[in-house]
């Protein structure tokens, strides 16, 4: 079956002045997918959205959205699209039923007053419709904005770090709307701090590291790249660098160390090591153990290992 992509990009390059945000970023997302788009600070994933939205032009490189050219054909593609920034682009002043009504106008949506409805009753927002959009929570009002993005039926929807802020029940309320977005056909562009909520929502990420991209797959493909987790729990901080001096040797990689738990932990490299020889090395070494375990790999170590980074953001 012939895969059909809403976001393509090839070679895409952005330049600062000096600073090279893009070096050449490829992207492929299917359509009615969820991508978590990924990596450290300057990576250049900002670049790569708002390159994508039309909001920056690329030095080099080609890139088709909802099937039409990015630079020849601008505004075919913002009719196509969504996005839902960092910061909130309602206005405060206005209820959410006003708010919802203004942006359906803006977009030249027939009925500006049913569709507000529906969307209000989508997003569980009846209850707030007509309070003013500033007096509402977080949550309340990130959902809002989420609501506002989508009057047009976007086939294409961007969201940069749609929950960053938000209580659990908001980001909740945020992620059920992510997945009924994608049975429903829409094609997410995901970028989020949470990896948590990429690993949860998004069908394929995509790690940018130094305007590259650096990886990309499934969240299990790529964690069936960075192999097992090995963690030791030690009686004692002196015990700490004396277990991260094992795990080094038998993983391969630099360890983590939580001296406050008295934790030791490192992704392996190796695919042979066990339990059983885990817990001999350690007691070799005159190692205090009172816990030890193995266990798949997070995103978390996915992006430590695969980046090199102990930092993410969109």
Request: no cysteine.
């Given at each position: 079956m012939t895969t059909t992509y809403a976001v393509l990009s090839e070679g895409l390059e952005k330049r600062f002045g000096a600073v090279h945000a893009l070096r050449g970023l490829d992207l492929a997302v299917a359509e009615g997918t969820v991508c978590g788009l990924l990596g450290p600070n300057g990576a250049g994933k900002t670049t790569a959205v708002r390159l994508l939205t039309t909001l920056l032009r690329p030095d080099a490189g080609s890139a088709r959205v909802a099937g039409h050219d990015l630079v020849r054909e601008a505004a075919a593609v913002r009719r196509r699209i969504g996005v839902t920034g960092q910061y909130a682009s309602v206005d405060g002043d206005l209820t959410g039923r006003q708010n919802l009504r203004l942006f359906a106008r803006l977009h030249r949506v027939r009925d500006t007053a049913a569709r507000a409805g529906e969307l209000l009753d989508r997003f569980g927002l009846t209850e707030a419709a007509d309070r003013p959009a500033a007096t509402l929570s977080g949550g309340l009002r990130r959902c809002l904005d989420l609501a506002a993005s989508l009057v047009r039926r976007p086939d294409v929807l961007f969201l940069d770090e749609p929950t960053t802020g938000?209580?659990?029940?908001?980001?909740?309320?945020?992620?059920?709307?992510?997945?009924?977005?994608?049975?429903?056909?829409?094609?997410?562009?995901?970028?989020?701090?949470?990896?948590?909520?990429?690993?949860?929502?998004?069908?394929?990420?995509?790690?940018?590291?130094?305007?590259?991209?650096?990886?990309?797959?499934?969240?299990?493909?790529?964690?069936?790249?960075?192999?097992?987790?090995?963690?030791?729990?030690?009686?004692?901080?002196?015990?700490?660098?004396?277990?991260?001096?094992?795990?080094?040797?038998?993983?391969?990689?630099?360890?983590?160390?939580?001296?406050?738990?008295?934790?030791?932990?490192?992704?392996?490299?190796?695919?042979?090591?066990?339990?059983?020889?885990?817990?001999?090395?350690?007691d070799a070494a005159g190692v205090p153990l009172l816990d030890a375990s193995l266990r798949p790999p997070t995103l978390d170590d996915v992006f430590l290992r695969l980046t090199g980074s102990k930092e993410i953001a969109a």
């Open positions: 938000l209580d659990p029940a908001g980001r909740d309320r945020i992620w059920e709307a992510v997945r009924l977005l994608k049975e429903e056909g829409t094609t997410v562009l995901l970028t989020t701090q949470y990896l948590e909520e990429a690993d949860r929502l998004a069908d394929d990420i995509v790690l940018v590291d130094r305007g590259r991209v650096a990886h990309a797959g499934s969240p299990a493909e790529l964690k069936a790249l960075v192999g097992t987790y090995a963690e030791a729990v030690v009686a004692g901080a002196d015990a700490v660098p004396v277990a991260a001096a094992v795990l080094d040797r038998l993983t391969g990689t630099e360890p983590v160390l939580d001296h406050e738990r008295h934790t030791v932990g490192a992704v392996s490299t190796d695919s042979t090591l066990t339990l059983p020889r885990l817990v001999r090395e350690l």
